[in-house]
């Protein structure tokens, strides 16, 4: 069986899809995420995000693999 890599992924925008998807992205191993945020960079980067979802719970402190 062949491994696949790692796609290197830009979201532009973390409102609630961008994030689900980046989210999705990092968790199933197909990407590595760079996220561009525009007005909670300073909040993501201490805290990283708070995500609810039916399918994930409750996520605190979660961050893309890297954020500008």
Not at 17 to 43: C, F, H, K, M, P
């Amino acid at each position: 069986m062949r491994s696949v890599d790692k796609s290197s992924i830009l979201v532009v925008g973390f409102g609630g899809v961008g994030t689900i998807t980046a989210y999705n992205l990092e968790i199933g191993g197909l990407a590595a995420v760079t996220g561009v945020l525009r007005s909670n960079y300073d909040l993501v980067s201490e805290q990283g995000f708070k995500i609810w979802s039916c399918d994930h719970g409750e996520i605190s402190g979660w961050r893309p693999t890297s954020s500008k």
